[in-house]
């Protein structure tokens, strides 16, 4: 610790926690640590290497680090240091751009998820450690920490599967799919929240010898069901995982679009293809027709040797995937989704 004083700090207070930011140059996002003070223990984030960019910033993954102090003895102790996720957000050019991704939103969505009981026991969305500003020279950047959770839900296929060239488990993907229906369920009713951005990348798998465990994350564009006078009519969300009405830029009911992407995390988890919405059959004028035809496509669509699985199955998902991924006055419920049985 005494190695990194010599570096400067920006200062952001409130009234119950100083935040010390060190950098060579924030500007370019080139962080060093992050120390937050709060009452007897120090958390010290280090290690920090970037991921990727944001909207409007950068993620980078780190080390969280609890300090105290034994004042006996005049030592530094370490309590734990846990793996998190750093994502920065130059608030000047969200507001500059009126964007719906409002990191200051998704940090309350977060905490008030995991303040319901339920929701916090089935530990299915990921939680924050802190969040806070930084007044920089040009803008006031946001910073939100989070718990690292594993490998996000492409990259666990990959490195698990493709990249050893082995067939993927189809029993580890229905009970990927059985925890994220269980957790969608539980955003909606109990949390009252829909996430509008449903899709791998923004799903978490942490994988243990006898367990794949998933939570889902980014609830940046994520929406309190109450605000309906909100804009649920703007294009929100992931070309191949966004529903058509929302693609349209209709007025659309968010739990439903939510569910739209749901089925095509199913449909990549089957077949490891991102989904496109411009092959599958959803414009033809009879309804039974337009069934069929879904049917057919997805059929084909996952009819995969790198994906072994009976035929009776491979009908099941097939029915299942053309019964979410479709206009919604014909999309399945929730009820009806969590009800379906793949095996």
Known sequence: MSSQSNIPYYHYETHTTTYKVGKQNYDNECMKFIKTECG?????????????????????????????????????LVKK???????TTNMSQVKYKNYLDNPEEEAKILRDLNKNTRIHSADCFVKVVDDFNIECLSHITHII???????????????????KEQPVDMERMFSIWRQLVIAVHLLHTEGQICHLDLKPE???VESTEEYDKVRIIDFGVARYLQDTGKPFGKKIGTE?????????????????????????????????IEPNENEIPLSISSPEAELNDRLSFF???CSSPRYPRSPQVSRKVSSLLANIMCPCENRFTLSQISEFDLN
């Open 240 to 272: 191949g995982y966004m529903a058509p009405e929302v693609r349209e830029s209709n007025k659309y009911n968010p739990c439903k679009a939510d569910l739209f992407s749901l089925g095509a995390t199913l449909s990549f988890l089957v077949t490891s």
């Open 299 to 301: 059929e084909r669509h």
């Open 145 to 163: 920490i989070t718990e690292d959770g594993g490998l996000d839900l492409k990259d666990f296929i990959f490195k698990n599967f493709i990249r």
């Open 81 to 87: 240091s846990v793996p998190v996720v750093i994502k």
């Open 202 to 204: 923004n799903i978490l």
């Open 40 to 76: 007897d223990d120090e958390l010290w984030y280090d290690d920090i290497k970037k991921l990727h960019p944001t909207n409007f910033g950068f993620a980078y993954r780190a080390m969280c680090n609890t300090y105290t102090h034994d004042s006996q003895d005049n030592k530094v």
